[in-house]
């Protein structure tokens, strides 16, 4: 069986961990493939009795919820080892067994001064801050790159664990001290907490590529999951407003090790509206009372830092380069029982770039910090959508809309979220052949 890639659309917080809770139980393997725990993805769970459990996920792949996957933390994630602790704790107590999972030797890990550097640097960029979650995830990245990163592996081997430790803060403390006049790290200290958490985490190490690889051969389903989105990847995002990852359908190959010629499909998260935490341009921002109400509506405040999401309309420029970009075969869009109640419904269909229109994404930054939003106006609904389970379900305009965005993104529509909830969800074509 081939290998399924699932990515957000826009900036992130689609619904990425809902959609690939859906597709759970039809899945063997769900791998998380980049980022680290600046992703926070939410699932709601129904209970028989009606009542519904949240969790809130952030280094783990979304697929450790349902017991008959094998969740797979890939090489291209980088791993916070004390967050991993405490969130396989806090769903053990939670009754959820996460003994299944496997982290990825060749994975990063998030050593405590990288946490600190991500910290000081935001504050001494001050107004030109990026905004980041303050996870540690961009200084972790650039050490891989720089190739003074440290790895899982590493934490097995004292020895080779202090060199590299060593290796990295010969420069580090430099610069934490003498730049952000702050304390050094202290390498013993570090190298005690990295292998503090040794004898826990042998177990779960493994090749991974290779464990994906005998999967695939024997025609087991397997899921990589992004964390962030098109938007937020360093090469396609809207840079440097972005993360420091490859959340795209290209950065699932190199984030675990499956070829991209084992890729069959293409799966995009896209939210009905839009929406960005931290800094960067955002053309369809609101900042009034239709933002606000997409914001309370959708309960728009972020999973990871609690921070309130900015709010927009929905951009289907955005949604053609995710298209493009990924590859997408199949959308999901989710949030669509948002915008019930509003009389319009706007979708930016181009922008004008000082008296320019422009129907894909501006080359150059600078014109899509000044892009001024077209839009195309659709007839709102006000039925309760939340209990459709099939399409013919949608009230008239609201299958309009989805079939106004199917046309203008150029890929197929196969679900549309109608609540949180594990069901409430209207699939239109199988998300899995
Ligand atoms: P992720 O980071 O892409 O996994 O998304 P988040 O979990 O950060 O944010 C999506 C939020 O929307 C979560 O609170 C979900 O429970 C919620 N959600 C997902 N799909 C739907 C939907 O179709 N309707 C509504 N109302 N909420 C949804
Ligand atoms: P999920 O997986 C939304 C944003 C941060 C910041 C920028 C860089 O839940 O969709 P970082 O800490 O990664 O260096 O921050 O990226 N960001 C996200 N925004 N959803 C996310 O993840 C995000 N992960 C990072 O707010 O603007
Ligand atoms: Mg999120």
């Known amino acids: 069986m081939p290998a399924i890639v699932l990515v957000g659309a826009q900036w992130g917080d689609e619904g990425k961990g809902k959609a690939t809770d859906l597709m759970g139980e039809d899945v063997d393997y769900v791998v998380k493939f980049n980022g680290g725990n600046n992703a926070g993805h939410t699932v709601v769970i129904e209970a028989e009795d009606g009542s519904r459990e949240k969790y809130a996920l952030h280094l783990l792949p979304s697929g450790i919820l349902t017991p008959s996957v094998t969740p797979i933390i890939g090489n291209g994630v980088v791993v916070d080892l004390e967050v991993l602790f405490e969130e396989l704790d806090g769903l053990n107590a939670r009754g959820v067994d996460t003994s299944k999972l496997l982290v990825s030797a060749n994975a990063h890990v998030i050593a405590p001064y990288n946490r600190t550097l991500d910290k000081v640097t935001e504050r001494f960029l001050g107004a030109r801050k990026i905004g980041t979650t303050g996870r540690g995830i961009g200084p972790t990245y650039a050490d891989k790159m720089n190739r003074v990163g440290i790895r899982i592996q590493d934490i097995f081997d004292e020895g080779i664990l202090r060199q590299k430790v060593d290796a990295a803060l010969a420069l580090k403390n430099q610069v934490l001290v003498k730049i952000y006049n702050t304390r050094a790290a202290e390498a013993d200290r570090v190298v005690e907490e990295l292998l503090s958490y040794a004898d826990r985490l042998r177990p779960m190490v493994a090749d991974t590529a290779l464990v994906l690889e005998k999967a695939l051969n024997e025609g087991q389903n397997v899921l990589l999951e992004a964390g962030q989105a098109t938007l937020l990847d360093v090469d396609h995002g809207t840079y440097p407003f972005v993360t420091s990852s490859s959340a795209t359908a290209g950065g699932a190959c190199t984030g675990s090790g499956i070829p991209p010629t084992r890729v069959s499909r293409v799966i995009a998260i896209l939210k009905a509206y839009t929406?960005?935490?931290?800094?960067?341009?955002?053309?369809?921002?609101?900042?009034?009372?239709?933002?606000?109400?997409?914001?309370?509506?959708?309960?728009?405040?972020?999973?990871?830092?609690?921070?309130?999401?900015?709010?927009?309309?929905?951009?289907?420029?955005?949604?053609?380069?995710?298209?493009?970009?990924?590859?997408?075969?199949?959308?999901?869009?989710?949030?669509?029982?948002?915008?019930?109640?509003?009389?319009?419904?706007?979708?930016c269909v181009a922008y004008d770039v000082d008296g320019v229109r422009h129907d894909e994404m501006p080359v150059g930054q600078s014109d899509f910090h000044h892009a001024t939003p077209i839009y195309?106006?659709?007839?709102?609904?006000?039925?309760?959508?939340?209990?459709?389970?099939?399409?013919?379900?949608?009230?008239?305009?609201?299958?309009?809309?989805?079939?106004?965005?199917?046309?203008?993104?150029?890929?197929?529509?196969?679900?549309?979220?109608?609540?949180?909830?594990?069901?409430?969800?209207?699939?239109?074509h199988a998300l899995l052949d």
């Open 275 to 347: 929406t960005r935490v931290g800094e960067g341009p955002f053309p369809t921002e609101l900042d009034d009372d239709n933002g606000e109400f997409l914001r309370k509506t959708g309960a728009e405040y972020g999973t990871t830092t609690g921070r309130p999401r900015r709010c927009g309309w929905l951009d289907v420029v955005i949604g053609r380069y995710a298209t493009r970009i990924n590859g997408v075969t199949d959308f999901v869009i989710t949030k669509l029982d948002v915008l019930t109640g509003l009389p319009k419904v706007p979708i």
């Open 376 to 428: 195309e106006e659709l007839d709102g609904w006000w039925e309760d959508i939340s209990g459709c389970r099939t399409f013919e379900d949608l009230p008239a305009n609201a299958q309009a809309y989805v079939l106004r965005v199917e046309e203008l993104i150029g890929a197929r529509v196969s679900a549309i979220g109608v609540g949180p909830g594990r069901h409430e969800i209207i699939e239109r």
